[in-house]
């Protein structure tokens, strides 16, 4: 079992920068994708970052590419999502999940094994 808890969402104006942190419960995630995923009202959970093989690999939905870094700490246990310029449109919630085995259809929610209980994120005009 991994719990994942997620923090440092808020609200911000327009151009903004927040960074979303998503603690592991104490294992690696050398094992696992650790992606993060947003949901606004009323729309589906949207694919937003992911990072696999130890922060070898990085992948990043088109809207947030150049605007969002994902990362994670030395000792492998914290997952980061700074998030740069940010947008009303970036208003949502923000989940962090887990995904067993290899880094294969990390861009669907379905996909992942175990979910952050998400943090808001509010970016105003």
């Known amino acids: 079992?991994?719990?994942l808890v997620e923090s440092g969402g808020g609200?911000?104006?327009t151009g903004g920068s927040l960074r979303l942190s998503c603690a592991t419960s104490g294992r690696t995630f050398s094992s696992y994708v650790m992606g993060w995923f947003r949901q606004a009202p009323g729309k589906d959970r949207?694919?937003?970052a992911a990072i696999a093989r130890s922060g070898a690999?990085?992948?990043y939905a088109p809207s947030v590419k150049g605007r969002f870094t994902i990362s994670g700490d030395n000792?492998?246990?914290t997952v980061f999502l700074q998030m740069n310029s940010l947008k009303p449109e970036d208003t949502a919630v923000y989940y962090c999940a887990a995904?067993?085995?290899p880094a294969y259809?990390?861009?669907s929610s379905s996909e992942y094994d175990y979910w952050g209980q998400g943090t808001q994120v509010t970016v105003s005009s």
């Open 1 to 3: 079992q991994v719990l």
């Open 11 to 13: 609200s911000v104006q």
């Open 46 to 48: 949207e694919f937003v």
């Open 57 to 59: 690999s990085t992948y």
């Open 75 to 77: 000792a492998k246990i």
């Open 99 to 101: 995904k067993r085995g």
């Open 105 to 107: 259809g990390i861009y």
